[in-house]
């Protein structure tokens, strides 16, 4: 057994204790030379070997081309044999293999005496090669002849010297190369010692008429053998000559397509995993993932839209861990993609990130393990520093899963970033107290999916799922335009929502609630007040179908005093509240359902999160001013949240048996794994509601004490121990066909078969069920009303979210790849972001129309007239008699009497403003 050491080498003292450590060598006259020998320099003993075994080879050759000239050969009658063997009795021939051969054979006194399996020695090859060589070197003094027949055998020694050499090629060289160089070696050195054998059986010199002249002759003829061309211009002349033939087929048939089957899967290994380095010669950004197949679809579907103009950047990848991309995708893929550890300094230079525009961290898909999605954000966190420390200017887009996690990430320099667990529960809890809001954001942050077609209704939402949040950069023709009239003016002409404005600041209180563009710092607030006029330097935040759309507001010119006015209030009617527009006293008002009124109360969004306070560059202030404006701001964030929590309870007494026996009217039940049932409700209840309903949490094991205080303090959260899938828990315990809504989030397994089932069963109530799924597939499984499964990944490919399914129509569906283009949106459109949480703070909500409006353009300028934007139309559409998210629609489109719409309060701040019903 020998020992091998790469890198530099350690002290005496340091290697003796290891060697000692490692094979147990006590002081023993064996334990000594074991020891002596390790300490030996490594490297200057393998290349000793190599010389050694390179002379060996050389006297081979050289005794080869002696023998080739002799003149005359075997068969003439002037053959004389002491020509021949004269070759072989010359001293200086003699001493040199001898003095080699002493050396191996000590190499192999050794070998015997460390190794710890002897019986091992038996199935070692490179063990025979050395006894044979030697044998005849070491007797050849003695008998004062050397026979050069098995001298060329020392050939496979470079295969197996190659070998000890692997671990520290390995970190040089890439696995493909280092197994091309190994099937060279193997072949080169098959050849030369099949080529030897066979000269010294078959040479002409020594066998009457024999063809074989010289020793290239013998190489072209393994070759040829090796290869089954076998042109029969050469052939063995006797028995022992053929039947090492034969051998050596069955050898090189057993060693060659074994090494060039690793060779070729490497190949194909290589192809999967794409080049060492990225080679581009244009512009490019970087993406580091450990998911490839669940983040580069959506990845390119976004970041290659035409609306982006970005068909020419390439998309360099790096991808973390041990996954490999799909067939499918990479055939798909065309852009070049890379696969290493991105910690370490070469290998982010592998990427070019210097040259790069940007680069996007992307983690792999939420995880149910706390511990686990941890790990990934630490991981990715890491990445940041790594990338910020190689190239500081480059701008960063992460995307991490735990919200408590944003601070460090943006302490590492991130310029956009988005967390998946924040935003998939705000959405998901908003669409409860706003029906159709999970369509509406999916919609919007996905670029243009396929139009839907099939009736005229189908048709104007199938329009409607085609806008997007834009920002508008200039906007100076409207300035000295009220905002309210700049919206109707927007929409009369081009059909597009003006929803909000972004403007310059240089206040550092407004730091945790400002983004920043092109160096500058805007604050952005959705729905300004009323009377707020737009200013010079003033962006726009627009929703519209593309840019093109864009560039027409931009230049359009507005009548400032033209037909756009919004109408002013009749004398003596008093300004209408947001829930003035129902029609009928208060109590025909009450008897809408809880989904109906949408949770039209008071909202406000409390956010217990700590934000560093960071400049734009993302450098933490130091100033004792900036740490002060900080610690207050989030001092008033903390005390926000205190206000909406209660005195502690014990979960024995928020654990129920039934829900009838509580005697509830208004209630949401909630499935799914604990961790997300826990982290919903304490989402939900960051909404400061007028009335807090309960929400029942199904559960088949209660939480411990532990988890339970994460919720223990929040109002109306019971506890109910039971089966989501068991009919008697579901039905009669829970009541779910007369919840409000049923909320089914992700179970533990990742597989949406069991939130399916649980769907189907409650999906005939009075409740509108929301479900979370995995897969965009598993969406085809929700009932009769959708359609056909998708079975091609052709067609999975093109349609990322199933939009001819209902139930996304109506906002019951949120799919968990939901936000995975937000990141790159964020890209193009900086603002995006923030907008989105915004949005999710609680400035939507649901109203129903009793009021008499012609057509959406009346009802758009009447309640802009009361400071609220009209955003979309929830309408019943047959067969399925679900109401569809129709947002922004045209001006001319008829209100029904049952339609339902949903509007955006006054200001920003959501989460600061009143709602009344």
């Known amino acids: 057994m020998s020992v091998a050491i790469f890198g530099d080498v350690p002290n005496q003292i340091t290697l003796i204790y290891y060697l000692l450590a490692c094979y147990g060598a006590q002081r023993t006259v064996v334990g000594y030379i074991q020891t002596r020998i390790a300490l030996a320099p490594f490297f200057i003993m393998q290349v000793f070997d190599i010389f050694l075994s390179g002379l060996s080879c050389g006297l081979f050759i050289y005794m080869a081309v002696a023998v080739s000239n002799i003149d005359p050969k075997s068969g003439d009658p002037n053959f004389r044999p002491q020509d021949f063997t004269s070759i072989f009795q010359q001293p200086w021939l ?29 199935f070692n090859v490179e063990w025979y090669i050395d006894i044979t060589t030697s044998f005849v070197g070491i007797i050849a003094p003695i008998i004062g002849f050397y026979y050069y027949g098995v001298i060329f055998l020392r050939a496979a020694r470079f ?10 090629i390995s970190k040089k060289l890439s696995a493909l190369t280092i197994q091309l160089f190994s099937l060279v070696i193997t072949i080169a050195a098959l050849v030369f010692i099949a080529a030897g054998f066979i000269f010294v059986l078959e040479n002409s010199t020594v066998i009457a008429d024999s063809e074989l002249t010289d020793l290239l002759l013998a190489h072209y003829f393994v070759v040829v053998t090796l290869s089954t061309v076998g042109y029969g211009d050469v052939t063995p002349n006797t028995p022992i000559g053929r039947i090492a033939t034969i051998i050596l087929i069955f050898v090189g048939v057993a060693v060659i397509p074994a090494q060039a089957s690793k060779l070729a899967s490497l190949v194909g290994e290589r192809q999967h995993k794409g080049p060492s380095r990225y080679r581009g010669r244009y512009s490019h950004v970087v993406l580091f993932t450990a998911d490839p197949n669940g983040v580069l679809h959506n990845f390119l579907n976004e970041f290659y839209h035409p609306d982006h103009g970005t068909i020419s950047t390439d998309l360099c990848v790096m991808i973390q861990g041990e996954e490999m991309i799909g067939e499918e995708l990479r055939d798909r893929m065309n852009k070049p993609n890379i696969r290493s550890r991105v910690t370490m300094r070469r290998s982010i230079q592998r990427t070019k990130i210097e040259e790069a525009e940007a680069c996007f961290l992307i983690g792999p898909a939420p995880q149910l393990n706390p511990s686990e999605m941890s790990n990934s954000d630490a991981d990715l966190v890491l990445i940041c520093y790594a990338i910020k420390r190689f190239c500081r200017e480059m701008p960063l887009y992460a995307q991490i899963q735990i ?21 998939r529960l705000a959405i998901i809890a908003q669409g409860c107290l706003c029906p159709g809001f999970i369509a509406m954001m999916s919609n919007l942050v996905h670029s243009r999916g396929k139009e839907i077609e099939d009736t005229p209704e189908t048709k104007e939402y199938g329009r409607s799922i085609g806008y997007e949040i834009y920002v508008l950069e200039r906007i100076h023709n409207y300035v000295g335009v009220e905002f309210h009239q700049a919206v109707m003016i927007i929409y009369e002409k081009f059909g597009c929502l003006l929803i909000g404005l972004g403007r310059k600041t240089t206040n550092k209180d407004t730091t945790l609630l400002s983004s920043s563009m092109d160096g500058k710092r805007f604050t952005m607030t959705l729905n300004p007040q009323r009377g707020t006029k737009i200013s010079e330097g003033d962006v726009a935040i627009v929703i519209c179908q593309d840019s093109e759309e864009l560039q027409l507001i931009s230049e359009h010119i507005p009548s400032k005093n033209g037909p756009f006015e919004l109408p002013s209030m009749e004398k003596g009617e008093k300004g209408l509240s947001q829930h003035s527009i129902y029609e009928g006293p208060p109590e025909e008002q009450e008897k809408h359902t809880l989904l109906e009124k949408g949770f ?39 005390q926000k949240c205190m206000r909406y929590l209660v005195e502690k309870r014990e979960k024995d007494d928020a654990t129920i048996d039934r829900v009838d026996e509580k005697g509830f009217e208004h209630f949401v039940v909630v499935v799914g794994s604990m961790n997300n049932q826990l982290r919903y409700a304490s989402r939900v209840r960051r909404f400061k509601l007028k009335k807090t309903y309960p929400i029942i949490l199904l559960m088949e094991e209660l939480p411990d004490d532990t988890q339970w205080d994460s919720v223990s303090r929040l109002p109306e959260i019971y506890l109910m121990q039971g089966s989501p899938t068991n009919k008697r828990d579901l039905y009669a315990r829970a009541d779910a066909l007369k919840a409000d809504s049923v909320v089914i989030l992700r179970f533990d397994g990742g597989s949406d078969a069991k939130s399916i089932m649980i769907f189907r069963m409650v999906k005939r109530g009075r409740c509108k069920p929301i479900i979370q799924l995995e897969q965009v597939n598993s969406a085809a499984y929700l009932g009769s009303l959708t359609r056909t499964p998708i079975k091609s990944y052709e067609e999975a490919r093109d349609q990322v979210i199933d939009l001819n399914n209902p139930y996304h129509a109506a906002g019951q569906v949120y799919y968990s790849n939901t936000l995975a283009s937000l990141i790159v949106q964020s890209y193009f459109n900086p603002y995006i972001i923030r907008i989105v949480e915004d949005l999710t703070s609680g400035c939507l909500f649901c109203i129903s129309i009793k009021k008499h409006c012609p057509q959406f353009a009346d009802l758009m300028s009447r309640l802009l007239s009361e400071g609220l934007i009209l955003w979309a139309l929830r309408r019943k559409i047959p067969p399925s008699n679900l109401r569809y998210i129709i947002l922004c629609p045209r001006k001319d489109l008829v209100i029904r009497q049952d339609d339902v719409v949903i509007v955006q309060q006054n200001g920003s701040q959501g989460r600061e403003n009143e709602r009344q019903n």
Do not use: N
Not at 159 to 166: A, D, G, I, M, N
Not at 403 to 423: D, F, I, M, T, Y
Not at 607 to 631: A, F, K, L, P, T
């Open 403 to 423: 919200e408590a996690h944003k601070a460090a990430a943006k302490s590492a320099g991130v310029k956009s970033l988005v967390c998946v667990e924040q935003l």
């Open 159 to 168: 295969y197996y010297l190659f070998e000890y050499f692997r671990p520290w």
């Open 600 to 638: 039209g109360w008071k909202a406000e969004e409390s956010s217990s999160e700590e934000e560093d306070y960071v400049d734009s560059d993302g450098e933490s202030r130091e100033d004792d001013e900036g740490h002060s404006q900080r610690d207050a701001m989030i001092e008033e964030e903390k």
């Open 94 to 122: 003699i001493w040199i293999e001898f003095s080699v051969s002493i050396l191996y054979f000590g190499h192999l006194l050794l070998s015997l005496l460390t190794v710890k399996k002897r019986s091992s020695i038996l």
